[in-house]
């Protein structure tokens, strides 16, 4: 706007400068007349561009007020789930640390009824905030058996629970991965805790890891 304004009105005023020096002979334009046409064609141009800027203005300030309306969209959504689900979130730089309550009976990598709703919950607000995170889903056991096995077994929890968050939470494939720490006694929640039974119960989960690398979450706000 401002740019096709400046050169339209400049081409016009080089032509009037142009006019005035080849008709010398005839009528000329007096420097007083120069100088106020020159005048009132910069006090233009700066009320134009002073409109653009603030225009400008509006519509980043609009943008801004969407983002931060959604931030507090997803502050609010994530102590909902805190309410909810007694779930323990950890607000990391680069990460969000959910430790679910998803527990596996002993020696098994069944995702059960109960652990459906807050795997759904989170799902939703990882699509809805995160699209374009990294998702690790990381399993872990109680220290009864071989770390090797306990390795596998960790595997196989943190599968079970990838596989429902992509298959039933509709969750991208491309951006879930499952990792095990087996019995890692530096993660172990109850580090007496073990199996068979009831026991070590506490050790037997998943945590639920949305690393976007630094980068903020996808908050677009609308363009007008």
């Known amino acids: 706007m401002f740019t096709n304004t400046l050169n339209s009105k400049g081409l016009g005023m080089l032509a009037m400068l142009a006019l005035?020096?080849?008709?010398?002979?005839?009528?000329?334009?007096?420097?007083?007349?120069?100088?106020?046409?020159?005048?009132?064609?910069?006090?233009?141009?700066?009320?134009?561009?002073?409109?653009?800027?603030?225009a400008v203005t509006n519509q980043l300030g609009g943008r801004i007020t969407a983002v931060e309306r959604r931030m507090a969209a997803l502050e609010s959504d994530l102590?909902?789930?805190?309410?909810?689900?007694?779930?323990?979130?950890?607000?990391?730089?680069?990460?969000?640390?959910?430790?679910?309550?998803?527990?596996?009976?002993?020696?098994?990598?069944?995702?059960?009824?109960?652990?459906?709703?807050?795997?759904?919950?989170?799902?939703?607000?990882?699509?809805?905030?995160?699209?374009?995170a990294l998702i690790t889903v990381e399993g872990f056991t109680d220290p009864s058996g071989s770390a090797e096995y306990n390795l596998q077994l960790g595997q196989r929890r943190a599968a079970a629970v990838a596989g429902y968050l992509v298959g039933t939470a509709e969750l991208n494939e491309e951006q879930v991965r499952a990792i095990s720490y087996g019995e890692d006694t530096r993660r172990l929640v109850m580090p007496e805790g073990f199996g068979p039974g009831t026991p070590g119960w506490e050790n037997r989960r998943v945590v639920l890891v949305i690393d976007h690398d630094g980068e903020p979450p996808v908050l677009q706000a609308p363009i007008s």
């Open 20 to 54: 005035a020096g080849a008709t010398t002979a005839c009528s000329t334009v007096s420097p007083d007349e120069m100088d106020t046409s020159l005048q009132a064609l910069r006090a233009e141009m700066m009320d134009e561009m002073r409109n653009g800027d603030q």
């Open 79 to 132: 102590q909902q789930m805190e309410r909810d689900f007694e779930v323990s979130i950890q607000r990391l730089e680069d990460q969000l640390r959910f430790n679910v309550p998803v527990y596996f009976a002993f020696n098994d990598a069944t995702v059960e009824a109960d652990d459906q709703a807050v795997l759904n919950r989170f799902g939703s607000v990882a699509r809805e905030y995160y699209p374009d």
